[in-house]
């Protein structure tokens, strides 16, 4: 299989393209191309442990420029779609560049995709299309009621994704995780966030009073969920891919305080996020009983491994890495 990775230098693009080229990988891929622009949060460091295997190829482009992806998509066999502006309070400052990005850069490679009547087009969205809830869990059926910009537009992305399948017949499948967390993770985010800080004697904000809650999955349980869709899943479907691991703001921040020999003189709170969600929590329940996946990794161990990569990796996210991440404590 020949697989074209949209935002492959990413956070969980690059795992997901490091996966495809390791020994004993869950889907043999006989070629890679990985498309990125570059923005802040791509970097090609991230690709470094699978640079020389020739069946990678790179290219610095963007999923808008029709064109490109046109002249690129022919001699694959699928698209897996990561690339998207996805961090909640820059949306929240400027929500342009996420509907141009996350609605017409899929838009533009669903078009180009439909020159390839043979592609399967796997669209990695996220739980926050639900929306908030303050208990149970969503099915793939719940109602899509996204609240903030980022939400909305990544909505949008998977609505028109799904138009692709039912107009036209496109093999699109589409994906729902929650909180991701793991190495290589850009220090925007409120784990890598918070770890750099802790790190270096600073000092993490927390967003009101910590109660909002969020499911934390490991970026390489994803990335495996992803393959077994990839190779089992069905056309026009939705699947949830869930950590199982649910904590509140100020449980996480406890654990990452000891994990990081801290303590809570060192965190700040800070105004909250506007319409900030309470609680986010998808049902796996499909993914696993139809395609056989669980997660692998406990969080304590899985974020306990993280904290040591940051703590081993400070090259790779000292400045100018951490120059650029935001102030904001939470996806």
């Not at 993490?204 to 910590?210: E, I, Q, S």
Request: with cysteine; net charge negative; glycine share 10%.
């Amino acid at each position: 299989m020949r697989v074209l990775v949209t935002g492959g230098a990413g956070f969980i693009g690059s795992c997901f393209t490091r996966m495809l080229l390791q020994p004993g990988a869950p889907l043999s891929a006989a070629g890679v191309t990985v498309l990125d622009a570059l923005t802040y949060a791509g970097n090609r460091d991230n690709l470094a442990a699978v640079a020389d295997d020739p069946r990678l190829t790179f290219v610095h482009g963007d999923i808008r420029d029709a064109d490109l992806v046109r002249d690129l998509l022919p001699g694959h066999d699928a698209v897996v779609h990561f690339a998207a502006e996805s961090h909640v309070d820059r949306s929240i400052e400027g929500a342009a560049e996420f509907v141009s990005t996350n609605v017409g850069g899929t838009q533009t490679l669903l078009d180009a995709a439909l020159r390839q009547p043979s592609t399967t087009f796997l669209h990695v969205s996220t739980d926050e299309v639900y929306g908030s809830l303050a208990e149970g869990s969503w099915t793939e059926d719940h109602p899509l009621l996204p609240n903030s910009p980022y939400a909305a537009s990544k909505a949008s992305s998977d609505l028109i994704a799904l138009a692709y399948h039912r107009t036209h017949g496109l093999d699109v499948r589409v994906t729902r995780c929650s909180n991701n967390y793991g190495p290589y993770q850009f220090p925007e985010k409120v784990i890598p966030l918070f770890t750099t800080r802790l790190l270096t004697g600073g000092e993490v904000p927390l967003y009101g009073d910590g109660r909002n809650v969020r499911d934390w999955l490991h970026v390489e349980d994803h990335c495996r969920a992803l393959a077994a869709v990839l190779l089992g899943g069905r056309a026009g479907e939705v699947y949830n891919i869930g950590g199982g691991a649910e904590l509140s703001n100020r449980q996480l921040t406890e654990r990452l305080l000891a994990a990081c020999g801290a303590t809570w003189d060192r965190v700040r709170q800070v105004a909250d996020r506007k319409g900030h969600d309470l609680r986010y929590s998808v049902d796996s329940t499909k993914i696993r009983e139809t395609l056989g996946w669980a997660p692998r990794h406990t969080f304590d161990r899985g974020l306990a491994a993280t904290v040591d990569w940051y703590r081993e990796r400070r090259d790779w996210w000292e400045p100018p890495h951490a120059e650029a991440a935001g102030p904001s404590p939470a996806r």
